[in-house]
């Protein structure tokens, strides 16, 4: 029995592994290039329980077609009632011995094995939600305090060519605080991101949470926006405008800026989450 709950155990874990990153839950903690990886450890897992069952039904079959079968010690004489009736008698006293024998199972190995499948039930059932907005106003916002923002960028990435060029909110940033910025002029952009409130009721910033690792490492990327009305806090917006050739935030902290010309209520995309490498 104990066996048979182990592999039941391994294959609920299996499963919700699985069916978390199915469904997109898996996104709020890695980011999608480590998804594959977790669906193939949810599969092994699974393929081991079904393995194991199967294992320990075949030596379950096994032992019971032993016990009830015939003894491998010379059969009685038929001649003889008496020895007849005492080997089957021994044969049921020994059947009646196994089930008398008391279990080997270990309740604290059993109770540590449903605490980690309820642990895992809790997180496909409650997984946490995506960081927002107080996630976002947290630090200064400029890519210069990142890692690898020291490199020098002055060409667009690769498929942002054509009359409109949408970028995340790291690239349009490194593309404006290095070099002269070159790549940017003249050209429509598009940026997409949730609304920060800014210093006064008419300033505010297009934020996105960057990083290598999803939420394990995010950290908050501004983008300063002029000539557009800020809409409510966390709302997810794109903006399209051009890049007007300044900077904004401090000396300390710069901040990419963007002339918005559209500002257009967006759905939350599935992966909210920039990768700080792009």
């Known amino acids: 029995m104990r066996k048979s709950v182990r592999s039941l155990a391994l294959a609920v874990v299996g499963v919700i592994l699985i069916a978390s990153c199915v469904a997109g839950q898996g996104r709020a903690l890695v980011p999608d290039s480590r998804l594959w990886s977790i669906i193939a450890a949810g599969v092994l897992m699974a393929a081991l329980a079904i393995v194991s069952a199967m294992r320990d039904h075949h030596v379950a079959s096994a032992y019971r077609t032993e016990s009830d079968g015939p003894a491998t010690t010379p059969g009685p004489d038929l001649g003889n009632p008496a020895q007849g009736r005492s080997s089957s008698a021994s044969r049921s006293a020994r059947r009646a011995a196994a089930r008398a024998q008391p279990s080997r199972r270990d309740p604290s190995s ?149 002339d918005a010309t559209m500002v257009t209520p967006v759905v939350e995309p599935g992966q909210p989450y920039e990768n700080a490498r792009s």
Request: without cysteine; neutral net charge; charged residues 15%.
């Open 110 to 258: 059993l109770r540590i094995g449903w605490a980690l499948v309820a642990s895992f039930v809790a997180f496909a059932a409650l997984a946490p939600g995506h960081l927002g907005v107080y996630a976002g106003a947290r630090g200064d916002g400029s890519v210069l305090s990142m890692a690898q923002s020291g490199r020098q960028v002055d060409s667009l990435p690769p498929g942002a060519d054509g009359p409109l060029a949408e970028l995340t909110l790291t690239a349009y940033s490194r593309l404006a605080l290095s070099g002269d910025g070159a790549a940017l002029r003249e050209r429509t952009i598009l940026l997409t991101g949730f609304v920060l409130p800014g210093d006064s009721p008419t300033s505010w910033f297009l934020t996105r949470l960057s990083g290598s690792a999803g939420a394990a490492d995010a950290r908050p990327v501004r983008v300063e926006v002029r000539s557009a009305a800020p809409m409510a806090a966390g709302t997810w917006v794109g903006v399209t405008g051009t890049w007007p050739g300044s900077r904004g935030g401090t000396a300390d902290a710069p901040l990419a800026v963007i």
